[in-house]
């Protein structure tokens, strides 16, 4: 078996709204449209993953929350309906998922392996979150792929952000190992919204875009500040600048996903591409690619 590999990296944020204004057979209620240069930036991102053709995707999602440990979904098959709890109203989703339960399982190994706490989630009726299904459906809405979903331990929360993300650090690497130890053509998705300040009031109808801007300035500032590196693939400064992003920014990325992609790349300095930018309820969204196989970083297909 040859040596697997990542061969992409995504930030690929979770608003359900993205879901709502498409409109996809799946989701039950029905909307006019709305936040549609996100969306076209998702278009764009769907693209470039299916010239990838990758063996699976990992996505690790801030709303599929775990106290004690990082769990990994390891049911073959995972069928039901995800109900946003905040904006149940938006988003009633009924999914069907593969899992690559192997691969789920050598992430656990691996984790364990580095000395975290891990544990592979075996209940076959599990209700999986919104985020998982929301970053999944606007990467690749043919669901033909198989995932391994990783929850966020809540240790960035707990222990202090610089602790936790040394946590989710460790979770890249035992992600990176498993992907090689078992061959699979592997893409990572990161599914963290950047700025996190957002409006408590929700428009009629909530597509209504002559209400939607950043929330605050400051916020709207650091996402381009943050943006901005990215896109020169100035990595190793964005990592020495994210605790204080994180505090001055209330940028989800907290949650641990957008470090455990990049550990799980080695942090290459390389220039990410941004496919779009926008707010949602306020909040900062940025849909970007780090294409490793056009980097020359790994085997194109
Ligand atoms: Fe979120």
């Known amino acids: 078996m040859a040596k697997g590999e990542i061969i992409a990296g995504f930030l ?4 359900p709204h993205l879901v709502y204004g498409e409109n996809p057979p799946q989701n039950e209620p029905r909307s006019q449209g709305g936040w ?19 063996d699976v995707l990992l996505v690790h999602s801030p709303h599929w929350i775990t106290q004690q440990g990082h769990h990994f979904l390891a049911v073959p098959k995972l ?10 109203n938006i988003f009633r989703y009924t999914f069907g998922l593969d899992v690559d339960v192997e691969l789920a399982e050598a992430c656990a190994a691996e984790g364990a392996r580095l000395g975290l706490t891990t544990k592979l989630m075996r209940n076959p009726n599990f209700r999986v979150d919104y985020g ?14 198989p995932v391994v979903g990783l929850s966020a331990n809540n240790s960035p929360y707990y222990l202090t952000t610089e602790q936790g993300l040394e946590e989710m650090d460790l979770l890249g690497r035992a992600t990176r190992a498993a992907i090689e130890a078992t ?8 599914s963290n919204t950047l700025c996190h300040y957002h409006f408590h009031e929700e428009p009629d109808p909530p597509e209504d875009m002559s209400k939607e801007h950043p929330e605050n300035m400051a916020g709207y500032q650091w996402d381009m500040r943050i943006i901005d590196l990215l896109r020169r693939g100035r990595v190793k400064e964005t990592f020495e600048i994210l605790p204080r992003f994180i505090d001055e920014a209330f940028a989800e990325v907290k949650s641990g996903a957008f470090t455990w ?20 309820i306020g909040t900062g969204n940025a849909v970007m690619e780090w294409n490793l196989v056009r980097a020359g970083l790994a085997r194109a297909a």
């Open 183 to 190: 061959g699979r053509r592997a893409v990572l998705l990161a």
């Open 79 to 88: 069928s039901g309906k995800s109900v946003d709890p905040i904006f149940p």
């Open 36 to 54: 549609e240069p996100l969306r076209w930036a998702y278009e764009r991102a769907r693209k470039s993953l299916e010239d990838l053709r990758p």
């Open 132 to 145: 998982t299904i929301t970053t999944l459906h606007m990467m690749r809405p043919q669901w033909d792929i």
């Open 12 to 15: 690929a944020p979770h608003p």
């Open 261 to 280: 992609m990049f550990a799980a790349m080695g942090y290459p300095e390389l220039a990410g591409e941004l496919h779009g930018y926008g707010t949602v």
